[in-house]
C-alpha cells in the first residue's frame, strides 16, 4: 500500500515564478492537507481540501492556492515566490473516523526560492 | 498565545539513557494529542496518538497527556541512535497544530 506521495522531491526557482507541487493521498483516504516547515519549525497549515473544495485554510496569503482533484490527489500553487518562501512543503492525507482526523505525511518537497 | 509550545532543546544522549519530551496546550477542548517523528530531510512519521489523561504505552515509547495542567509528554526508553531525530507534538482540531520539534541525538 502505497503511501502519501509527493513529486518533485527538491524545486528551485527564482523570486517571482510560480510554482506546482503535487501530492498523491494514502489509499483509502479522501482529505489532503498542506503546510509549510521552515527550517528548524514546526509545520504550519497552509489549507485543506475536500470533496474537491477547499475546507479550512490557515494564515497564508492567497498567492497560495490548491486544487483537488476527484482522484483525491491536489496541487499546491505559489504564485509571485519571495526569498520567505523557500521550505519544505509537507502533504498529508487523512480519513476522518469518528471524529479522529488521523494524518499521514508524506516525504515533502523542499523549495528553495533564489 | 501559541496553540502548543515545545521544549526547544536539542537534547543529546547516550545510548540506552530515557528520553523526555514535553509540550504544553492552551486550548483545554483539545481532546486527543499525537507525537510525530521526523528524520533529518523527510516527512514526519506518527508515533503515537493518545485521548485521555494518563499513560500510554508502545514498546519503548510511552505518551503521556495531563489534561488539568494541558501537559503532554513522550518517554522513549533504552534510547537507541536510531531514535535520533526531531520530535513534534502536535494537537488535531481542523488542522494539525504543531509544536517547534525537540532535536534528539543519541550517542553511541
Known amino acids: 500500500d502505497a503511501g502519501v506521495t509527493q513529486s518533485p522531491t527538491h524545486l528551485i526557482k527564482t523570486r517571482g515564478q510560480q510554482v506546482t507541487l503535487r501530492c498523491s493521498p494514502k489509499s483509502g483516504h479522501d482529505t489532503v492537507s498542506w503546510y509549510q516547515q521552515a527550517l528548524g519549525q514546526g509545520p504550519q497549515f497552509i489549507f485543506q481540501y475536500y470533496e474537491e473544495e477547499e475546507r479550512q485554510r490557515g494564515n497564508f496569503p492567497d498567492r497560495f492556492s490548491g486544487h483537488q482533484f476527484p482522484n483525491y490527489s491536489s496541487e499546491l500553487n505559489v504564485n509571485a515566490l519571495w526569498l520567505g518562501d523557500s521550505a519544505l512543503y509537507l502533504c498529508?492525507?487523512?480519513?476522518?473516523?469518528?471524529?479522529?482526523?488521523?494524518?499521514?505525511f508524506g516525504a515533502g518537497t523542499r523549495l528553495s526560492v533564489l | 498565545q501559541k496553540e502548543v509550545e515545545q521544549d526547544p532543546g536539542p537534547l543529546s544522549v547516550p545510548e540506552g539513557a530515557i528520553v523526555s519530551l514535553n509540550c504544553t496546550y492552551s486550548n483545554s477542548a483539545f481532546q486527543y494529542f499525537m507525537w510525530y517523528r521526523q528524520y533529518s530531510r523527510k516527512g514526519p512519521e506518527l508515533l503515537m496518538y493518545t485521548y485521555s489523561s494518563g499513560n500510554k504505552e508502545d514498546g519503548r515509547f510511552t505518551a503521556q497527556v495531563d489534561k488539568s495542567s494541558k501537559y503532554i509528554s513522550l518517554f522513549i526508553r533504552d534510547s537507541q541512535p536510531s531514535d535520533s531525530a526531531t520530535y513534534l507534538c502536535a494537537i488535531p482540531d481542523y488542522k494539525l497544530s504543531f509544536g517547534a520539534g525537540t532535536t534528539v541525538t543519541v550517542r553511541a
Open positions: 498529508a492525507s487523512s480519513f476522518s473516523d469518528r471524529g479522529r482526523d488521523i494524518q499521514y
